[in-house]
C-alpha cells in the first residue's frame, strides 16, 4: 500500500521529493451503535494527511506548523505534546517495537486546527517502508475527559498491510459513558491513489457493538483545496465536540446503558483480542509512550 500520488503540488515541490507533503482528505465519518437500541449517524468531515519529515515545507500565510492560521498543524497536539519533533519520536515508537520494516515515510492525519481549535477524538500515523508500503499503524485515541491512548499495531512478521489485513488490539482507554473498558477494536484500512478509508469494528463481551468508518476523496492540499474545505465547514473542529454531546444525548433518550466516566472493571468474559493489550507486546499491538 503505496502513499497516493507521485505529482508535486505548491505544498510539496520546494522540497525536491516527489510528491506532495500534505494531502487534504474530504469525506465521511460513519458511526453505528447495533445493541441494545440501535442508532447511526454520518457527518462530513476533512483531514490533513502531512508527511512528518517535510512538515517545515508546509508554512503560508494559510497553513502554519505550531503557529495561528486558519488552518494550521501543532506539534503538542500529538505523539509526545511536548513539541518536539514528530518523526523522531514515531520513529523511536517503531525502533521500541522491533518495527525495522517501517523505515519510510510517516504520515499524520488528523482534523487540524482551524482558527486556532481543533480535537481529534482518534489520529492516524501511518508508517510505511522505503518501497511505499505500509508496516504499520499508530491510532491516537482521544476522550472528552482529557486522557488519551495510542495503539501501535502492525500485521504478523510485520508483513505489508494490506486491505484484507485485520489490526486487533485490546481496549484500554474508557472513551464513551455508554461502554464499559473491555473487548477490543479491529482497524482495516484502504487506499487508492484518489481514496482513503478506515474501518473500526469495536467489540465487547457480548459481540460486536460498534461500526465505525472514515473515509473519502485525497487531494493534494493547497491553498485552493483548504478554501474550499473551509467555506463547506468552517466549523469543523468545533461541531466535532458539539456533535459528541448531541449524539450522547440522543442515547440518552433512546436508554442506552450508562456507565459514567468511571465505569466499573470489565467483566470476565472478554473479547477474543485481549491477548493484545496494549501494555502487553504482541505481533498485533505494542505500548506506546503516553500520558
Known sequence: MKPPGDSDTDAGSATGNAGPAAWLL???VMHERLRPKHHRFTYPVF???CDLDRLATLESGWFGIDRWRPFSLHRRDHGPRDGSDLATWMRAQLSDAGIAQANGRIWLQAFPRVFGYAFNPVSFWFCHDRDGRLRALLAEVRNTFGE????????????PITADTQLMCRKVLHVSPFCRVEGGYTFRIKETPHSASVAIDYRDADGLLIRTALGGRLTPLTRASALAALLRQPLLTVGVVVRIHWQALRLVLKKAPFYGKHPAPARTADAPTDHAAAGQPSTAARPVSSD
Request: charged share 20%; hydrophobic share 30%.
Open 26 to 28: 474530504t469525506g465521511k
Open 47 to 49: 483531514y490533513v494527511r
Open 148 to 159: 488519551r491512548h495510542s495503539y501501535l499495531l502492525s500485521a504478523d512478521g510485520h508483513a
